[in-house]
């Protein structure tokens, strides 16, 4: 499996910040996986944002989830966030993953996003 993040590299505060994982070697549609995001802000570790199933199910971060939104275009084998209101703190470096449950999971090389104006 390959996961190719893409999007804007600088976003403007209080702005939408799109970004789009286009998935190789798998479908988005494979059962028992989630292709989910993940973010990693400068000096500090990993944080799961949120995920969308196999069959379209949605799992959030409850300290992100007003701001956030996944999902999917089965036909281009994408799946999408879209994290709004974004400040300064929201800059890191955003993965895609997919999870095909325990120690099993598949990571996109990751997109550097800087909220600045």
């Known amino acids: 499996v390959q996961l190719q993040e893409s999007g804007p590299g600088l976003v403007k505060p209080s702005q939408m910040l799109p970004l789009t994982c286009t998935v190789s070697g798998d479908s988005i549609t494979t059962t028992e996986t989630a292709w989910g995001w993940v973010r990693r802000p400068p000096g500090k570790g990993l944080e799961w944002m949120g995920a969308?199933?196999?069959?379209?199910?949605?799992y959030y971060n409850p300290t992100l989830r007003s701001r956030t939104s996944i999902d999917r275009d089965t036909s281009k084998n994408q799946f999408f966030l879209q994290l709004t209101s974004v400040t300064p703190e929201d800059t890191a470096v955003y993965y895609c993953?997919?999870?095909?449950?325990?120690?099993?999971?598949?990571w996109g090389q990751g997109i550097q996003v800087t909220v600045s104006s």
């Open positions: 993953v997919a999870d095909k449950g325990p120690r099993d999971l598949y």
């Open positions: 969308i199933t196999y069959d379209g199910g949605h």
